[in-house]
């Protein structure tokens, strides 16, 4: 069975600055996708970020990018110029057919 | 684009009554849905994989005559919780996957809290 795991439950980051959150997974699976969802307060689940595993270039979306390292299966996520509505639980999530999330980051954001 | 409206967001119910949620894709079609549980500071949990007219595929230790799953048409999914019980009390999320436009990736509703006194 496909596993993610996050080994950060927390992570604090200054206002402006840049973090990363960690994410491996375990797969026997070759072609399968990887996302980055945030939940904030409210619960609600919003997409960050998706990269398909074919493909080698790393995923970007304004300030929030990938650092995606197939052999390894490593799917760290790199925030930028971090924002106090950045603040929130980080997943990472496993695709092929059904989604399997990690644990979950909570990222705190400090003024 | 891909909207995932779920109803009621909220709900409190006696013990032993059966409640439905309601899932539904607003601008997409999606053959597929999924439905999860998700405890106080937990991840999400999958309880069972909805397609459009057929059965749902459940999770391993999913009651699924407690959780009774319909997924009528491409845009609308409910899950029912039968003779809900205290330990029933949870937030739970749906999910729709579009059958066109990125496969892959889900895109969720905003959640249910279910209270059961």
């Excluded at chain 1, 270039?57 to 299966?73: D, I, P």
């Excluded at chain 2, 845009?75 to 579009?98: G, K, M, N, Q, W």
Aim: aromatic content about 10%; hydrophobic content about 35%; some cysteine.
């Amino acid at each position: 069975a496909q596993t993610v795991t996050q080994s950060q439950p927390e992570m604090s980051v200054q206002e402006a600055e840049t973090v990363t959150l960690s994410c491996t997974y375990d797969t026997s699976e070759s072609d399968y996708y990887l996302f980055w969802y945030k939940q904030p307060p409210s619960r609600q689940m919003i997409l960050v970020i998706r990269q398909e595993a074919y493909k080698q270039q790393n995923a970007t979306e304004n300030r929030f990018s990938v650092n995606f390292q197939k052999a390894a299966k490593s799917f760290s996520l790199k925030i930028s110029d971090s924002q106090l509505g950045d603040a929130a639980m980080y997943f990472c999530a496993y695709s092929n057919n059904d989604m399997r999330f990690g644990a979950g980051t909570r990222l705190t954001v400090k003024p | 684009g891909a909207v995932v409206s779920q109803h009621p967001s909220r709900v409190i119910c006696k013990s032993g009554t059966s409640v439905k949620i309601e899932c539904r894709s607003l601008d997409f079609q999606a053959t597929t849905m999924f439905w999860y549980r998700q405890f106080p500071k937990k991840s999400l949990m999958l309880m069972a994989t909805s397609n459009e007219g057929s059965k749902a595929t459940y999770e391993q230790g999913v009651e699924k005559d407690k959780f009774l799953i319909n997924h009528a048409s491409l845009t609308l999914s409910t899950l029912t919780v039968t003779s809900a019980h205290p330990e029933d009390s949870s937030f739970y999320i749906c999910s729709a996957r579009d059958r066109v436009v990125n496969r892959d990736t889900q895109y969720f509703g905003p959640g249910t809290r279910l209270t059961v006194l």
